[in-house]
């Protein structure tokens, strides 16, 4: 809980202090400094141990202290896998552009272990919040099918990044779970391609809910399932669905 809570406001102070906190020492205003020994979840039980960036940005540095040499930046965002800890730092390899993996150490407190992430099927009367209330000041739109990674949940609310800072969103919304979903979009399908230009595509097995893309004639999907005359196809990580009449198997 206090990795949490340190999570939670450091990322509130980043879009004013970047620079300064990227790299700084743990220690929070108005809390008490990061604890010597946090609560570690440590790998999952696939035996994946993984990390996010949670920050602005935060270095790779090639040991476990800030003066080494720094090896490249890390923005918001940034996946990696875990090795094992070091004090106050992670020791993690990091993809590269170059299909291999940079190792490094980055410091721990701004990094969220095996974290969950949630995409928005429908924003109908959706809105990103500044706190856990529906009363709280409005700090953002957002869009059908856009992606957040869970920091915490409080109450009825998720406490997920957003724009660099932090937001609240309400659980009662309809969400993928990103990670609920893996075992279907890793397990058989069918390769199809799209019959028309225009083609719509949704967020449900409906056109109920409007559209939230469309596909030109030819685009190649793979389709999981099929329901109430619609293909279940993989879409940004989760799922949406094209009618079965705009598909050509």
Known sequence: MKKLI?????????????????DAPATYFGFESYPTEPVIQGPDANG??????IA????????????????RKLPNGTMFDILDLKGDYAHVSVPNEYGGADVGYVIFAYVL???????????????????????????????????????????????????????????????WVEEALQDTLQGPSTPAVVAYDKTK??????????????????????????????????????LAFIAMTDLIF
């Not at 994946?48 to 960036?53: A, F, L, Q, S």
């Not at 869970?150 to 919304?173: C, H, K, Q």
Request: glycine share 8%; aromatic share 12%; charged share 15%.
């Open 6 to 22: 340190a999570a939670v406001l450091m990322l509130c102070l980043l879009t004013l202090c970047a620079g300064a906190l990227a």
């Open 48 to 53: 994946n141990w993984t990390g996010e960036v």
């Open 56 to 71: 602005k940005q935060i270095t790779l540095f090639s040991q476990a202290k800030s003066s080494s040499t720094a090896l």
């Open 113 to 175: 272990e095996n974290p969950t992430h949630i995409v928005l099927r429908s924003n109908r009367n959706v809105y990103a919040l500044a706190g856990p209330y529906a009363v709280n000041k409005r700090v953002g739109t957002i869009d059908n099918y856009q992606r957040f990674t869970v920091i915490a949940e409080t109450g009825n609310y998720y406490i997920v990044s957003f724009r660099d800072a932090v937001a609240f969103l309400p659980m009662s919304a309809d969400y």
């Open 201 to 238: 595509v949704y967020g449900y097995a409906s056109t109920d809910y409007g559209k939230i893309d469309q596909l030109s004639a030819g685009t190649p999907v793979q389709v999981y399932y099929t329901t109430n005359g619609f293909a279940a196809i993989g879409y940004k990580n989760v």
